[in-house]
């Protein structure tokens, strides 16, 4: 595919990745990334930092301990209490910092089922908090030459960012294209349940897999809501014509390399992959829940540190953005309240 696209005059590029692929494939030949890796073939945070901070004997950590709701302060300056459910008790702990990172939908729910005055949650003085929920625009695309059999294992380790400020002809950005895991005909089986299983093992076995990705931009109508103890996702899509014009133009390359069929579906709302936005930062305490360090501009000992924070989706995969801003805020944290 590298050589293919690079016929094209396009600049395919190694896609980076936290995969250690010789412990990956030890524990089997599976071609699908889309799940934890037991062993420690892929670097997340249990086999990363996690691993590493559990070696120091002052790190502790508490395990099925589901987080319910944020206890303020009597002055509302600081949180006091962290309030959760573990085996069926409601327990409490009350540290001096609280670093709340459940993810853009769980943070912004904590905080709006959190008790407060003004009854809007806690972290809320914007009003922000659940708003800008962002998920990308993306779909998987297949190039399918029946002639020619794929037999990669691991296939996620290509990308190409030729469309990703513009549209190659000076036209507005579309997105990212990068190979997915490997698709097998059980995965298509999911989205197509009337073909044979055969015609589905061959498709598949035929097929080289892409995701392309296009930026969801902010928007406050799009949000993550509370109804009891139902959450409500209320997700305002944009810039689908970004989407529409990377499909179009990504059919027509993978057509010129000799795939005569290119097959694509676009990713719904049942696969929220890549949510963010709903607790983010800026530098206006009227307009965003957290500062540029991830600290609510409300509470001085509360940091929102997870997708929530980012302000806009881009159009990449957000997991290295939200690791490195979370080392810049433990930086922070170390400088401004762990000096002795
Ligand atoms: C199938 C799939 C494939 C992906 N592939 C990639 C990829 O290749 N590259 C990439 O960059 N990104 C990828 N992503 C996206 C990436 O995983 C997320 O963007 C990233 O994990 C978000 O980090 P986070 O810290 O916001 O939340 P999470 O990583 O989701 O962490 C939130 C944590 O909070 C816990 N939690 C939630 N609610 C509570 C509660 N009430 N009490 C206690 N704990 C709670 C959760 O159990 C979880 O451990 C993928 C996502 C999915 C679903």
Not at 150 to 170: A, E, H, I, P, R
Request: with cysteine; hydrophobic share 40%; aromatic share 6%.
């Amino acid at each position: 595919a590298r050589a293919e696209l690079k016929g094209l005059g396009l600049h395919p590029a190694s896609l980076p990745l936290g995969v250690d692929i010789d412990a990956w494939l030890k524990d089997g030949k599976t071609g699908w990334d889309a799940f934890p890796n037991t062993g420690a073939g892929k670097v997340d945070a249990q086999t990363g930092p996690l691993a590493a901070a559990l070696a120091d004997r002052n790190v502790e950590l508490e395990t099925g301990a589901h987080v319910e709701y944020l206890e303020a302060s009597s002055d509302v300056r600081t949180i006091a209490a962290v309030h959760y459910r573990q085996n069926g008790t409601l327990k409490k702990v009350t540290p001096k910092l609280v670093i709340l990172s459940a993810g853009a939908v769980n943070s912004a729910v904590i905080l709006l089922r959190s008790p407060s005055p003004d009854g809007k949650g806690l972290a809320n003085r914007s009003d922000q908090v659940g708003r800008n929920f962002m998920n990308h625009n993306s779909s998987a695309m297949l190039a399918i030459d029946p002639r020619r059999r794929n037999t990669s294992v691991y296939q996620k380790t290509l990308m190409l960012n030729d469309y990703y400020l513009s549209d190659g002809k000076g036209g507005k950005p579309l997105g990212n294209v990068q190979l997915l895991g490997k698709i097998d005909g059980h995965i298509l089986r999911a989205n197509v349940r009337l073909a044979p299983q055969f015609a589905l093992d061959f498709m598949a076995g035929h097929a080289v897999d892409w995701y392309l990705m296009c930026e969801d931009l902010p928007d406050p109508e799009s949000r993550i809501m509370v109804d009891g103890k139902d959450i409500v996702m209320q997700w305002r899509r944009s810039n689908m014509q970004s989407l529409d014009g990377l499909t179009k133009v990504m059919r027509e390359n993978f057509r010129a390399c000799g795939y005569p069929i290119v097959l694509s579906r676009p990713f719904d709302k049942r696969t929220p992959s890549h949510q963010c936005g709903t607790v983010k930062m800026g530098d206006d305490p009227a307009t965003s829940p957290l500062d540029p360090f991830c600290r609510s501009f409300d509470h001085r000992n509360l940091f929102v540190v997870d997708a929530s924070f980012l302000p806009n989706s881009a159009a990449v995969n957000p997991a290295l953005s939200i690791a490195a801003q979370a080392l810049r805020v433990a930086d922070h944290i170390r400088k401004t309240e762990l000096v002795a």
